[in-house]
């Protein structure tokens, strides 16, 4: 039959045909087409009327709102307080996740079914669940405050909750599983023969860690870390109750804005700051780091 | 009676149509003997009555949690009774930003909504709501001052002083007690929004009960920001509640719907009083271009301003009425409970619906940042 005797050189050939050219338009993003129209109809247009809104002031075109962020000195302590509370938890989250993600990558099999099961299982929970459970453990009466004072370690509770403490224990307990995933996938993908080639040449433990094992896992704490900073700027549930009301985040601030006080331009501002924000860290971690590499392309 | 049957009629008449066992000529002959207009659309028959009221139901939104049963069982079932027309409550908590969408969006999905008193200006100025019809809505039914163009006082609440009854034997705490952590050690609470709590702020710090409006914000503010480590702020009506269950708090301000259902929760541990009380009328108002129309609406607000079925919301939720005549009828048990019966009235404040009314949004916002930083 003609056909089955294909020669190499005509497969290349074809695949040559077949590859797009510079100038020409590759026929399979038709495929995306739809994609693509979703993404400008139901992302971007809305995306464009927010950034119109923030533009907007009494029907006139205005930086009003803009000079109100920078002005406003509840606004400006509102932003402090987020970035302060998102920078402390991304460090915490990302410190916890190198250790669990290690501990993950690294033990046998059985353990690391029980610890991956003790990792998703809180993941799995409402985050309403979360934050209430951290209420009732974290309260002045709470289980460990009680607890303290029935040992006789304490004698009055400690602040737990209700503050930026409890806020930052609960956003944490959340984010550590997200940073937790790229981490232990990295690891995974540490060539075991790395480590045992620094061992080989005389590093300590300890050395071969710090001078290979790190570096080589950097790339993803980035990415890790750069997950949850993000994640951790939109937060609203946990903030809102274990801040006890003194802690106003971003999210809830826009919140309030939309719903209850109509300030739609500012609510709008403000997003496009925040989205603004995301930008610049991804541009700068993309600087520093293979950004396409940390997103988990090959 | 003859029309609701003749309506009827037409009603079993258009399912048969549906159900092809009728003919649609027969049909607009039936009509026109039973006295009612036939409205044949393209997509199917409609009686006046459903061209009137579309889809023959109200959506009453509200802020959820018992609330909905309650105003379902007390204004809900009633005029269902009297008109036929379902009343669906839906607990999605009507934010002003959130009734601002719909309407600018154009996808009403709500009839009638729960808001306060003085947002039926602040909402109706910018022309989100339809016009309360007074020929159909009885002004007379509610006290004066409280039917608005755009929206009318469906009952009252109040924000009090709730206590632990041990502390206080013999009398009952004022706002000064409340500041006075030394005397009186334990944990306050407070709404984190600003309403009832910034009062309670300007009392505490002496300003007289008569003097409280026009208010100033930045007095409260100070006043909550150098008592901070003894408040804890509450979010929900529920976790006020739950503050004095868990006993994490001995003191709170909060609303005394739930101060009435503590006291009898814990036996009279926790009680309240009426002095200080900040006295605010609720309201409903109507979304411009809601789906069941204006006039539907506007007959349930007047329907829901009807002494006995005041009297049954505030026996299930402990919101009092607004129709003053409802106070007057009311049995001995229920007077405790009203806040807007004249002896409990004597004892409050009267929230200042036109300060409110051009100040909520600023009071909110620089009482959040307050508290806040």
């Known amino acids: 039959m003609p056909g089955w005797n294909v020669s190499p050189a005509a497969i290349a050939h074809a695949a040559h045909q077949a590859a797009p050219g510079p100038h020409r338009m590759n026929p399979y993003y038709g495929f995306i087409a ?48 987020t970035l302060r509370i998102v920078t402390i938890t991304t460090a915490i989250s990302l410190v916890l996740g190198y250790l669990v993600a290690f501990a993950m990558a690294h033990m046998g099999e059985r353990q690391r079914m029980l610890l991956t099961l003790c990792v998703l299982i809180p993941f799995w929970l409402s985050v309403l669940v979360r934050a209430l459970s951290w209420l009732i ?47 232990y996938a990295a690891m995974r993908a540490v060539d075991p023969r790395l480590m045992m080639a620094a061992r080989s040449v005389g590093a300590s433990t300890w050395r071969s860690f710090v001078d290979v094992y790190l570096p080589t896992t950097f790339p993803a704490v980035f990415g890790a870390g750069m997950l949850v900073f993000i994640f951790g700027l939109g937060f609203f549930v946990t903030p809102s109750i274990l801040g006890g009301g003194r802690v106003v985040m971003l999210s809830e601030y826009v ?44 | ?150 929206g009318v006082a469906n009952y009252t609440y109040s924000f009090v002083i709730a206590y632990k009854k041990s502390m206080f034997p013999d009398k009952p705490p004022t706002y000064a007690d409340f500041f006075d952590v030394e005397k009186y050690p334990g944990k306050r609470t407070m709404w984190k929004y600003q309403m009832g709590a910034m009062e309670a702020c300007l009392l505490g710090d002496g300003v007289p009960p008569d003097q409280l409006y026009p208010a100033d914000i930045d007095r409260a503010v100070k006043k909550a920001k150098s008592f901070a480590d003894n408040i804890i702020y509450w979010e929900s009506g529920a ?44 309201a409903f108002v109507i979304p411009k271009g809601n789906p069941a129309g204006a006039k539907v609406a506007n007959e349930f607000l007047a329907s829901i301003l009807i002494p006995e079925r005041q009297i049954k919301l505030l026996e299930l939720l402990g919101n009092g009425p607004s129709n003053p005549k409802a106070s007057e009828m009311l049995p001995e048990n229920l007077r405790r409970l009203d806040p807007g019966y004249p002896t409990n009235l004597a004892k409050q404040i009267m929230r200042n619906e036109e300060w409110y009314e051009k100040n909520y949004d600023l009071a909110v916002e620089k009482w959040l940042d307050g508290i806040s930083s």
């Open chain 1, 255 to 298: 919140s309030v804005s939309v719903l209850q006080t109509l300030r739609w331009s500012l609510a709008g501002a403000l997003s496009v700051v925040l989205l603004l924000a995301t930008a610049a860290l991804l541009y700068l971690i993309g600087k520093v780091t293979n950004l396409r590499k940390v997103l988990g392309a090959a």
């Open chain 1, 34 to 81: 739809p994609a693509i129209l979703l993404i400008i109809l139901l992302l971007l247009a809305p995306l464009a009327w927010l950034v119109g809104l923030s533009f907007d002031q009494d029907g006139e075109f205005s930086l009003y709102w803009y000079r109100e962020i920078t002005t406003s000195s509840g606004i400006r302590s509102m932003l402090w307080t």
């Open chain 2, 1 to 150: 009676m003859s029309k609701r049957f003749n309506e009827d009629l037409v009603e079993i008449a258009r399912s048969e149509v549906t159900a092809g066992r009728m003919s649609r000529r027969d049909f607009v002959q039936l009509c026109l003997i039973a006295g009612v207009a036939p409205v044949v659309a393209s997509t199917g028959i409609m009686s006046p009555g459903e061209a009137m009221a579309q889809a023959k139901e109200l959506v009453l939104a509200n802020f959820g949690g018992d609330a909905v049963k309650g105003m379902g069982e007390a204004w809900g079932e009633p005029f269902t009774k009297d008109t036929g027309i379902n009343v669906v409550v839906d607990g999605a908590t009507p934010l002003a930003g959130k009734i601002k969408a719909m309407v600018e969006s154009g996808k009403v999905v709500w009839d009638v909504c729960d808001a306060d008193g003085f947002l039926c200006n602040q909402l109706g100025s910018q022309g989100l709501l339809e016009d309360v019809d007074y020929s159909i809505v009885d002004k007379s039914m509610v006290r004066d001052g409280w039917a608005w163009p755009q």
């Open chain 2, 239 to 282: 976790s006020s509640q739950q503050l004095f269950m868990d006993e994490e708090v001995v003191m709170g301000n909060i609303w005394n719907t739930r101060s009435s259902i503590l006291e009898r929760d814990t036996d009279g541990e926790v009680t309240w009083t009426w002095d200080q009380g900040l006295f605010c009328p609720a």
């Open chain 1, 137 to 183: 453990l974290l309260r002045s009466n709470g289980l460990i405050n009680s607890g303290l004072i029935d040992a006789g370690i304490i004698s009055s509770p400690l602040p737990l909750v209700r503050n930026e403490a409890g806020v930052i224990i609960g956003m944490v307990h959340f984010l550590v599983p997200y940073a937790v995933f790229p981490l």
